[in-house]
């Protein structure tokens, strides 16, 4: 048996490493109390990349780029370029631990003029945790790290129409083999598919050229995850994305694109228990809300209608109420002057009852003929907030603009 150094390391035994605040750790009891919906390997949920996070998290409608592998596959079959490659990096809550940090390669190659493929590799550090005995002895120590691997296809139907497919393998090492309990730990491995499309046409707005565009990504969708040997397996966080952009050619110099993403995570919402009563298998029996323990394809059809939706004792037209609260809301601004330069901005909320993420966020970006750098900076909206002091920074090569630079050199 051991005991670890670190109380946040508990968290992430629990599932809770995402972007949360320590709320989380409340039980609920009504609709208006906490009712977080719990997944493991929750970093798949974070922003891997400064431009989609300096825009509150959106990525659905967005203009394709390098990082669309996260947001939204489909969007690859509109990107300009041949090739291209970005490298992304992230401290994570450093206002808890000072050794998180989240890496991000991705990369796509175009195959033809409608077809593109892509691959991306997210690392995820939990920092140096040491471990001891219940008498406090010196166990050693242990770099707790998950990844994922994508890989992904994309097509264009027409010139308006794309859709995408992604596959996804997921490892997480939390414990490295250690003994929790009379329980020995193992590393948790699952396989998933993103499944997604994307729309894009030309349009005029107020004599201004301009693109509107739409997007739906869903994410995850792919085998439970366990640490242990025996049948406690737990859903990965499966996801719906749906968004919509517009962007504005003001001029021949500036342009500004207005986007909002929506987020609903197809995992089953705890239920509420009867404190006092259990069944035949010494279980707790539900009171309000649906059992979570199904399969895949049913936990995600449930995960429209099985929140427990309780006021005062009554259920019923509460349980819409408390679906719609674990929506979660993206809002971001981009601006560009000459192609080259970059500001952006972005809200992301959550209802306190599924977690309290509340933040803006901010970044720019420069592009040159080769490269781009993105930056961005989270400002939570709660002071004491773990997110606080969140940087982000993003570098980008673009292969066409290697070319163009062989081709002009005399």
Excluded at 12 to 18: Q, T
Excluded at 223 to 251: M, Q, V, W
């Amino acid at each position: 048996m051991f005991k670890i150094k670190r109380l946040f390391f508990f968290i992430v035994l629990a599932g809770f490493v995402s972007e949360t605040s320590y709320s989380q750790m409340v039980t609920n009891k009504r609709i208006g109390d906490l009712n977080v919906v719990k997944s493991v390997v929750p970093f798949l949920k974070i922003a891997p990349d400064s431009r989609a996070g300096t825009m509150g998290d959106v990525g659905a409608a967005t203009s394709p780029d390098v990082n669309s592998m996260h947001w939204n596959p489909a969007k690859y079959a509109f990107i300009e370029n041949d090739m291209g490659l970005a490298i992304s990096y992230t401290p994570w809550l450093r206002n808890l631990i000072g050794d998180i940090n989240l890496a991000y390669i991705s990369g796509y190659k175009r195959i033809d003029r409608k077809q593109v493929v892509a691959a991306s590799l997210l690392y995820f550090s939990l920092g140096n945790i040491i471990f001891t005995d219940i008498f406090g002895n010196n166990m050693g120590q242990f770099n707790p790290n998950e990844f994922a691997i994508d890989v992904a296809y994309s097509r264009a139907f027409s010139g308006k129409f794309s859709g995408g497919l992604a596959f996804r393998y997921i490892y997480s090492n939390l414990t490295g083999g250690a003994y929790v309990g009379s329980v020995q730990s193992k590393a948790g491995q699952s396989f998933a598919a993103d499944v997604s499309t994307y729309f894009v046409d030309n349009i005029e707005f107020f004599e201004k050229d301009g693109k509107l565009a739409f997007g739906i990504n869903i994410s995850n969708i792919g085998t439970k995850l366990s640490y242990t040997e025996n049948d406690n397996k737990e859903f990965i966080p499966i996801n719906i994305r749906f968004g919509g952009a517009i962007s504005i050619d003001l001029d021949g110099y500036n342009s500004i694109t207005l986007t909002c993403d929506m987020n609903k995570l197809l995992v089953p919402t705890p239920p509420i228990y009867y404190t006092d009563s259990v069944d035949s298998n010494n279980e707790l029996v539900i009171q309000y809300g649906k059992d979570p323990n199904v399969s895949v394809p049913i936990g995600m059809f449930r995960s429209f209608f099985d929140a427990p939706g309780v006021i005062d004792g009554k259920s019923g037209r509460y349980v819409l109420k408390e679906e719609l609260r674990e929506i979660t809301y993206s809002f971001g601004m981009e601006y560009w002057y000459n192609e080259q330069f970059a500001i952006r901005g972005g809200y992301f909320h959550e209802h306190e009852s599924k977690g309290n993420r509340k933040f803006f966020s901010v970044g720019v970006g420069l592009k040159l003929n080769v490269f781009g750098i993105d930056f961005g900076y989270l400002i939570p909206v709660h002071q004491n907030n773990p997110l606080a002091n969140t940087i982000r920074f993003t570098l980008a090569f673009d292969f066409d603009g290697f070319k163009k630079l062989n081709t002009t050199e005399p």
